[in-house]
């Protein structure tokens, strides 16, 4: 479900009316229809935090979509015009460090959320060195979904210059107006939303780390330029032998998919499973780190008889570090 | 190019911000006590740096002159870098500024005589070696050199400084400045080149190849010493052939048994600056490879990956004429 937010009842006034809303007992400022919820906030990063935190506790949200109005810190920016929001910044008076990007589709523009009303010149000055518009809830907004992962999108209707010709009395008589924009800018835009694409399922039965470790590989492997994950799956299935099991046909077909992304990786274990065979014919084994990162190796070996011992003095003079260096330094049948 | 330019105010009189400003007359100007008043004080996402890029001249304080990173250049000798910018106008996808600033805003400093006097300074700690000093640590070193005029006052140090090296890596064409001075002998323009796909999928706003060899040809036929970095190589599968066509176009365009060194390195990121980067652009093929994190922090590929990637394309390079001895691997033990 979507939740459109708001700061006041005033921007929301038309979008209940329209989009027939009602409002839910028990959740001042919360109101519902078939399949989106509009909550209104109040005014300020506070009564943001606690009311949107509760609502994204208690009901299913996949987006949030925050609509109101803005000033223009800047004159460049024109009057009544929309913007969608890109990053936005917070001053309580100084500036906060944390920003956020939102998932904005279109280019945008970036806004500065202000704890305080912005009614003097020189407060609005330093604001403008960080954005060109200011709010008073976004970057709470931002907060809060960015804990619980709800993507969210803001757009904003420059309504005023911020600074000392601000008038809040003013922008209350025009709230239906606004309303009224913000409610058709909605209408406009809210068809366009695009779903997002689901998990890739294996070809074959696997395991739930298997499955994590395919979806990682599809992921990468589909970044390569034309790239096609069916055709690769099913040359890499039909070149399996019969009768393998599905955990084996699993590994295999992971092992095929990793080359596409490391293609010395299997060279480099079978090279030194070959460097490693006089250790095991010993019955000993040597240990490497995970990714072959480390230039070292450990030798383990249970010692229970004086030939073990004989037989680990013989491995100096049949194995050689260098051989093993030549394989870390790229050295490799590939 | 800036949406705003901030001054700090003991700037207001500098000769080259004047100079500076008169190239950007649609810019917003705004004066600030310290830069760091405002750059670097929110989070900006790297990516702003395509819509509202903004400009800061200041003068540098803190340190001015940083010992590079082990490996960082030509081994056995060492390393410094001075900082007389912060961030670049070009957008490449590996670049480590997104994740080690908290603003792409650009910062130009000004105050090049003090970085000299310090530069000095260390070269005298160090009587007995060949001091290198690197531009182009935080930003391109010649990006936006015709604008700061900044080479001439450098120019000056090192030709009195005969035993101590300049490094100017840009990924730029721009040596309208580099043309106009006599070459030094311990001067070393270095380019840093991918092949033609990369230039333009992941060096964002970089020069096509083909001006990059035009412009290294020219300042090689003027005498200026030249390096040639290729650095991150990124792998795909046509890694190796596109290396080779780039290695045969280089040598079509310039001697290269003339450039005095050549650097090989592949892909690699802090852990932060990976995680920004993949956030930034996680649609890149630049990330359709396996990555490890290694003991040292450094997020590469696995140890036999890169070593097989870069000995193939050392023995490309001699082959197309490069002398093995001028040629090092960074980043690699």
Known sequence: MNLLVFAHRGEAQEFIKKLSMKGVSGHPGLYLNEDTALLITGEGIYEVFSKLGQILGEYSITKVFNLGIAGALEKSIRLNSFHEIKTVYCHTGKPQFQSFTLNSENSGIDVITSSERVLDDSYANELSNFAPLVDRELWAIAKVCDECSIPLRSFKLVSDMAGKSTDCFDLKEKALEFSTRLLEFWLGIEGDQEEDPGSQEPPIQMSFTQKAKYRSLVKALGLKEGFDLASFESKALAEMKEGLSSKQKANLLLEAMELGLNPVKLSTKKQFEKLSTPVQAIGARLLFDKNFEKKKFTLQMEINDQKNIDNLSKLSEILKFSDFEKVWNGELDV | ?333
């Open chain 2, 1 to 333: 190019m800036f949406e705003n330019i901030f001054i700090e105010n003991s700037l207001k009189d500098h000769p080259r911000v004047e100079s500076i400003l008169s190239r950007f007359k649609n810019s917003n100007v705004k004066y600030l006590e310290q830069y760091d008043n405002v750059w670097g004080r929110v989070k900006k996402p790297y990516l702003a740096k395509r819509t509202n890029l903004n400009l800061f001249l200041a003068n540098k304080k803190g340190q001015l002159v940083k010992e590079a990173p082990n490996a960082y250049g030509v081994k056995g000798e060492r390393h410094f870098y001075f900082i007389h910018a912060f961030n670049c106008i070009y957008e490449c996808k590996y670049c480590y500024l997104q994740g080690y600033f908290n603003s792409p805003d650009v910062v130009l400093f000004l105050n090049h005589d003090e970085i000299a006097a310090e530069m000095k300074r260390v070269l005298n700690q160090h009587p007995d070696e060949t001091v290198w000093f690197h531009a182009g640590e935080f930003s391109d070193s010649l990006a936006l050199s015709h604008i700061t005029g900044e080479l001439e006052a450098y120019w000056n140090f090192f030709k009195q400084n005969p035993k101590a090296k300049l490094e100017l890596r840009t990924k730029s064409v721009n040596i309208k400045r580099l043309e106009k001075l006599e070459p030094l002998e311990n001067v070393y323009a270095s380019f840093s080149l991918s092949p033609e796909s990369a230039t333009k999928q992941i060096d964002l706003k970089t020069p096509p190849l083909k001006a990059r060899i035009n412009a290294i040809a020219k300042a090689q036929a003027q005498g200026h010493k030249i390096g040639i970095h290729f650095d991150p190589v990124i792998y795909k599968d046509e890694v190796f052939e596109e290396y080779e066509e780039l290695f045969m176009a280089l040598s079509e365009g310039i001697d290269l048994g003339a450039v005095s060194y050549f650097s090989l390195g592949v892909v690699r990121f802090t852990p932060q600056v990976f995680n920004e980067a993949k956030k930034n652009y996680p649609d890149s093929d630049m990330f359709a490879a396996q990555f490890v994190r290694s003991s040292e922090d450094i997020v590469r590929y696995p140890r036999s990956m890169r070593a097989w990637i870069l000995s193939k394309l050392k023995d490309s390079l001699i082959k197309s004429g490069a002398k093995e001895q001028r040629v090092y691997l960074c980043m690699e033990d």
